[in-house]
């Protein structure tokens, strides 16, 4: 049983967005896991064999309790009944209670398709008679946070990460062959410019900026938020000039 549950597309997609809110998450003393979609074959740079190397690493890093990958194909990741089957099966063997994954809208289809499937999964788990076969259980719908990364979207809340940003940061630079390296000569992609990991940063930094903190980390929910203590909410640290 894992309590939040990181289902993104690709082996490093949780590093650069939600690596410190796992880090944070399992100091409260929280079971945290990882949910790869796909192994990452269509990427540019490396190897199946050598991202699965790295993300282990990455894994140590965030101390996560489980890293699994469902291994659909990268870059042909639709919402079709059989992968819809496969993630409902992850999701009622794991029984998490909060499901993190991408935003709805992301450039990358794989990514869009995913944070769509992830909600209907979700949904689809807790049906007593859906593939019911299997004889696993139902289970009660997580609730589904959706990070902000490629989208301009409002966050519903920011969690402040500046204690785990370094730590974030070296997870990331854990899937080496993802990003700069000054003696690579395999093609460039997105990620392999000089910039991208301090863009990485100034990301976090402008998200921490929002709330009164040095590092942040945005997500969304659709639902509305439960909560006990207004006041309590109400009065944390933020930057009202924001
Ligand atoms: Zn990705």
Same mark, same amino acid.
């Given at each position: 049983?894992?309590?939040?549950?990181?289902?993104?597309?690709?082996?490093?997609?949780?590093?650069?967005?939600?690596?410190?809110?796992?880090?944070?998450?399992?100091?409260?003393?929280?079971?945290?896991?990882?949910?790869?979609?796909?192994?990452?074959?269509?990427?540019?740079?490396?190897?199946?064999?050598?991202?699965?190397?790295?993300?282990?690493?990455?894994?140590?890093?965030?101390?996560?309790?489980?890293?699994?990958?469902?291994g659909l194909p990268d870059g042909?990741?639709?919402?079709?009944? $059989?992968?819809? +089957?496969?993630?409902?099966?992850? *999701?009622?063997?794991?029984?998490?209670?909060?499901?993190? !994954?991408?935003? @709805? &809208?992301?450039?990358?289809?794989?990514?869009?398709?995913?944070?769509?499937?992830?909600?209907?999964?979700?949904?689809?788990?807790?049906?007593?008679?859906?593939?019911?076969?299997?004889?696993?259980?139902?289970?009660?719908?997580?609730?589904?946070?959706?990070?902000?990364?490629?989208?301009?979207?409002?966050?519903?809340?920011?969690?402040d990460v500046t204690e785990f940003?370094?730590?974030?940061? $070296?997870?990331? +630079?854990?899937?080496?062959?993802? *990003?700069?390296?000054?003696?690579?000569?395999?093609?460039? !992609?997105?990620? @392999? &410019?000089?910039?991208?990991?301090?863009?990485?940063?100034?990301?976090?930094?402008?998200?921490?900026?929002?709330?009164?903190?040095e590092y942040g980390e945005p997500?969304?929910?659709?639902?509305?938020?439960?909560?006990?203590?207004?006041?309590?909410?109400?009065?944390?640290?933020?930057?009202?000039?924001?």
């Open positions: 049983m894992i309590d939040i549950l990181a289902v993104f597309a690709h082996p490093d997609d949780l590093e650069l967005s939600v690596g410190g809110t796992m880090l944070k998450l399992k100091s409260f003393g929280h079971k945290t896991g990882a949910l790869e979609i796909t192994r990452g074959e269509m990427g540019t740079r490396g190897t199946v064999e050598g991202r699965a190397i790295e993300a282990e690493a990455a894994a140590k890093i965030l101390m996560l309790d489980l890293r699994e990958n469902l042909h990741v639709f919402a079709d009944d $059989d992968s819809r +089957r496969e993630l409902v099966r992850a *999701f009622r063997r794991l029984k998490p209670k909060v499901v993190f !994954t991408h935003q @709805t &809208g992301d450039s990358h289809p794989d990514h869009e398709h995913i944070a769509q499937m992830v909600r209907e999964c979700t949904r689809l788990a807790a049906m007593k008679n859906y593939d019911f076969e299997t004889g696993e259980e139902k289970i009660a719908p997580p609730i589904v946070g959706h990070t902000v990364f490629s989208r301009l979207v409002s966050p519903t809340f920011v969690v940003h370094q730590r974030k940061m $070296d997870a990331l +630079r854990a899937h080496a062959s993802q *990003f700069f390296d000054p003696n690579s000569t395999a093609p460039e !992609t997105m990620l @392999t &410019g000089k910039r991208f990991l301090d863009d990485v940063a100034s990301r976090s930094r402008y998200f921490g900026t929002l709330i009164g903190v997500f969304y929910v659709r639902e509305a938020l439960n909560v006990d203590d207004p006041f309590a909410l109400l009065t944390r640290p933020m930057n009202l000039y924001s």
